[in-house]
């Protein structure tokens, strides 16, 4: 398998009787892309939130690359790489696109603390942050407020932002949800191969199995907490339990 | 003499407890802080005092202290008048200018009562006098005092059956828990926000009208209470009636020992004890 | 950006027209209206602290009288007890200090909160403020307040000079001096990459977390700095007055900060400086014209608040924006 990115051993998670996440094993290798696809409810959001740090499991471990960051704060978490973007895009709704992608830069820089001069004189920063843009497609809407963005270009600065943290363990929370069906491909296309550029190994929650089958090297089937069946993208579709777990009886 | 500093702390509490239960539940139902709640109180101490005194000296018992209920009703009045014209269009703003509007509605609330009611204090004592002292353990203690807290203990507990047991009470609490569940199931969001505005009113002015016989009503007398409530919203919880009845019983004690113990102080120790909560439980004791 | 190209941008010759104008003021108004101005200017001060809270933070405080009242009383303390050292080299900074010492502790306590109840404990500890003022009235001069007289000024002494004469001559331009250094370094604070962080923050708290942005230590920050820009005020306000009373430290007195905040309109920088100067204004002719003047006020919050929701200079800026299209 080589480098592991992240190892994930033995993660519970409950919520009073509700078993989120039961007794979840699994690992991403050095520039791999995992997807993680279950009906709604199976854990997959909470598994996500568990190694983003939004929440602490009950038992397990999380070693990403040699640090064990089980119950490291998020902060402490992006800080070592992981990033993560977010269903609904969660973005700055008064910043320009470019300012978006530009603040996650300042602090990647520690330029927060130590920057005294106006923003816009960071030459350096700018440009890096336009070519982040033009690496996702949108640097000619870098002027534009997010709100007069198209629901795809929302969600793929959404992952552009996590991007320009450098991060080496990507977080991806449905990131064609809500984006026209022509669209889907296209958005996919454009996140997919600015990761495969920098080799980032990323966990992608997704519905949408054709958009799996795709993009993935691996799957993870997850229902009721636990994962249920692992492999290559046409290995699960084959399975005859999966597609009854996953679509109900007799797809 | 301890038995009555505990007797006073108990009575500050009640008083407390009316205007906090108030605001806690404009604030729990409709998510509004009212700045100009204290100026509800203060319109329920003038009327109830005018009432008494316009009654005159030989008014019998009987009409004096129902008179104390028209305080109630005025600061219902205007609580009435403050939603429909001030906070219902303001439903879907920034909190910013919702609390900049009652601000305004402070400022234009201390002016109407000066213009009503003139700036002169007044008086009207005969409900307490009336009363006289009962003696607990060896030590006389004025009987309207007592009077005080069995009405704010009465209030509390139908406000509390209302609250707990009434189909409109149940409404409103699940408008306070969850708004946009509520509205999706159906409950009328703008009436009951109304409700809940004139019975929090309502209590604030109960507060004043009973306070009254006991002190004079002048120009500026809400704004004391007003920061204790606030200081009883901040260790009880937001929008928890749990919380205001523990936190008026911490700070009208606090309040009352602290004037004999720490006479200086007493406001800082209030603080010192709410800063110490806070750290401790950063929503308060039982808030959410 | 080149010097050149700054210098002839629409913006910056507003500017410059704006202080040559208020150089000449003194010439041009009545010393009455020149104090009255200059008292404008000191609430200008403030509110530019307390916008970098409110308009670019996302946090609104009903208790910065609290820190005016620090600068106020800082100033006020120093005449009374170390009249030595009374002289502006000292006051300035030591009114920056006590500022910085009371938004500090204050910070620490509220920032762990957000919305009402951050609102609501502020506004609580500046009662705390004006209570422990008025019980300390043998060190503090309690509701009588203590008085401010003028100080010496870099090695000049202002014996025999009248107030007035101290304001409308030296006074002027040094409080002017002040402002204007105020303004620069304000704009460069909103300006930097902290600023923009800071406008991450208010956005969206979350993401803002998950971009690495320490939420609540640069709230904090911003509590510190905002409460050092409003007892600087304080502290400049105390001159005029020459005589500094609790009041000051009453979430009243703090209402009219987020006023005056609102009424220029807080999402523009220059906003809450045009509400200072009106409110200024506004308040004194209102208190001229009837004993009622808080129902007058009351009545302008509550137009305000209904109608013009993005504050004068919003206004001003909508048609602006018309007018270009």
Redesign the interface.
Known sequence: MGFRMLIAEDLKKYFGDVKAVDDVSFEIGDGEIVSLVGSNGAGKTTLVNLISGYLMPDTGKITFGDSDITYASAYKRIKVGVGRSFQGASLFETATVLDNVRTALFSRYGMIKRGLLPADRYADIRNEALEILNIFNISDKNNLSPKDLSEGDMKVLDVAIAFALKSKLLLLDEPTSGVATADKFKVMDTIVSAIRKENISTLIIEHDMDIVTDYSDRVLVMHEGKIIAEGKPNEIMESKDVLTTLFGIGD | MWPIYILNGLYFAAVIFLISLGLNII?GVM?I?N?AHGSLYAIGAFMAAWMIVALGEGAPMFLIYPSLLSGVVLAAFFGLFMEYF?IR??YK?A???Q???T??????????I??IWGGEAYYASRPFDALGKIHILGNPYPAYFLLVMIMALIAGLLIWIFMFKTRIGVMLRAISLDREMATALGLNIHKMGTFAFVLGSALAGLAGALVVPTTAALLGFGMEPL?LA??V??IGG?GSLKGALAGSLIVGQTRSIGIVLFP??E??LL?LI??VI??AK??GLFGR | MGLKKVITRPKFIIYLFVILALLFLPRILSTFNLILFEYGLTFAIAVLGFNLL?GYTGL?S?GHGAFFAAGAYGVAMIAKYFPGLYSMEILIPSALLVSFIISAIFGF?CV??T???F???A???S??VY??VF??YYITGGSDGLSVKIPSMFGMTFEGIRRPQFLSGIYYYFLLGVFVFSFIIMKGIVNSPFGKALQALRDNELRAELIGIRVRRYRLYVFIISGMFTGLGGALWSFINGHVTPDVSH??FS?EI??MT?LGG?AIFEGPIIGAMIFTFLKLYAMGST?????I??????IL??LL?TGIAGGFKKLADRIRE
């Open positions: 604030l998510g802080l700045l001030l269009p303001m703003r909190l910013e200018y609390l900049l509007i601000f305004g509605a402070l400022l234009l609330l201390e002016d109407v000066k213009m920061i606030f200081i919203v901040v937001l200086e102080i406001l800082a603080f709410a800063a806070l750290v950063p929503e | 409110l609104l009903f306590l762990r909160h919305r009402i109840f609102a609501i404990l506004l609580a500890l009662m705390l209570a422990l019980k300390f979430w009243v209402g987020v006023y609102l807080f004993e009622y003047w808080m129902f006020i009351g009545i302008t919050i509550i608040v209904l929701p």
